[in-house]
């Protein structure tokens, strides 16, 4: 059937798996950032207004920053697998490549 199966260029896969893995560890400082500035707010004073924002916000943002370091990781992982998907296809195709190559070299040569 014509037209079916799907192209990979392991060049941009390679790529784009370091794309992820510098997001992923964006992410992971930006968490650490995250829950700095968070401890700072704790001392913000203790009026009725920051202590209701506290209230609220606290439970909000005490899940984000359980979340996203594992986020961050994740994001790291799934570059470091598009990184290997990338070098095997690249490997694959060397060697399909050498293969076939060493196949032609050895086929008798035909007069015409």
């Given at each position: 059937?014509?037209?079916?199966?799907?192209?990979?260029?392991?060049?941009?896969?390679?790529?784009?798996?370091?794309?992820?893995?510098?997001?992923?560890?964006?992410?992971?400082?930006?968490?650490?950032?995250?829950?700095a500035t968070?401890?700072?707010?704790?001392?913000?004073?203790?009026?009725?207004?920051?202590?209701?924002?506290?209230?609220?916000?606290?439970?909000?943002?005490?899940?984000?920053?359980?979340?996203?370091?594992?986020?961050?990781?994740?994001?790291?992982?799934?570059?470091?697998?598009?990184?290997?998907?990338?070098?095997?296809?690249?490997?694959?195709?060397?060697?399909?490549?050498?293969?076939?190559?060493?196949?032609?070299?050895?086929?008798p040569k035909?007069?015409?």
């Amino acid at each position: 059937m014509a037209g079916a199966g799907y192209d990979v260029d392991p060049a941009v896969l390679k790529a784009q798996g370091g794309a992820f893995k510098d997001i992923g560890s964006d992410f992971s400082a930006a968490a650490k950032k995250l829950a700095a500035t968070l401890k700072e707010a704790e001392d913000w004073g203790d009026d009725d207004l920051i202590k209701y924002f506290m209230d609220v916000y606290s439970p909000v943002s005490a899940g984000l920053v359980e979340s996203m370091p594992t986020l961050g990781e994740g994001l790291s992982t799934i570059g470091g697998k598009l990184e290997a998907t990338g070098e095997h296809y690249a490997t694959t195709e060397r060697d399909q490549h050498d293969h076939l190559a060493k196949y032609a070299a050895s086929r008798p040569k035909f007069a015409n």
